[in-house]
C-alpha cells in the first residue's frame, strides 16, 4: 500500500516557476515508478510526466517537454515536478501517482498506476 500527498500548488503569474511535490508513504517506495497528472474540469486527466523507479528515465508530454523536471528522491520517499515558464493553460488539478511499471510505453497511461494523490491545484494568471 502507498499513500501519496502532493503539495507545492498555487497562484501563479505566467512565466514564472512552481514546485511541485509528492510524499509517499511505504516502505516499498523505490519500487514504484511515479507519475504526474493533470486535470480540469473540462479535460479528462492528462498525462503530465514520468519517472522510472531508479530516477534513471524520465518522460514527459508533448505540451511540457523542455518547461518541466521531473526528478525523485528514493531516502526521503518524494518526487518532485519543477514548473518553469508556466502558461495559463498549465491550469489544472495535479495528481502524483506509483506504479509497479516496467514497460517504457505504459508510462503515460492512467491504468498503469495503482495509487493516487488527492491533487494540488495550480493556477497561472495571465
Known amino acids: 500500500q502507498v499513500q501519496l500527498v502532493e503539495s507545492g500548488g498555487g497562484l501563479v503569474q505566467a512565466g514564472r516557476s512552481l514546485r511541485l511535490s509528492c510524499a509517499a508513504s511505504?516502505?516499498?517506495?523505490?519500487?514504484?515508478?511515479m507519475g504526474w497528472f493533470r486535470q480540469t474540469p473540462l479535460k479528462e486527466r492528462d498525462f503530465v510526466s514520468a519517472?522510472?523507479?531508479?530516477?534513471?528515465?524520465?518522460y514527459y508530454g508533448d505540451s511540457v517537454k523542455g518547461r518541466f523536471t521531473m526528478s525523485r528522491n528514493n531516502a526521503k520517499n518524494t518526487v518532485y515536478l519543477q514548473m518553469n515558464s508556466l502558461k495559463p493553460e498549465d491550469t489544472a488539478v495535479y495528481y502524483c501517482?506509483?506504479?509497479?511499471?516496467?514497460?517504457?510505453?505504459?508510462?503515460?497511461?492512467?491504468?498503469?498506476?495503482?495509487?493516487w494523490g488527492q491533487g494540488t491545484q495550480v493556477t497561472v494568471s495571465s
Open positions: 501517482a506509483a506504479g509497479l511499471i516496467r514497460s517504457t510505453n505504459d508510462y503515460p497511461l492512467r491504468p498503469a498506476y495503482d495509487y
Open positions: 511505504g516502505r516499498t517506495f523505490s519500487s514504484y515508478a
Open positions: 519517472i522510472s523507479w531508479s530516477g534513471g528515465s524520465t
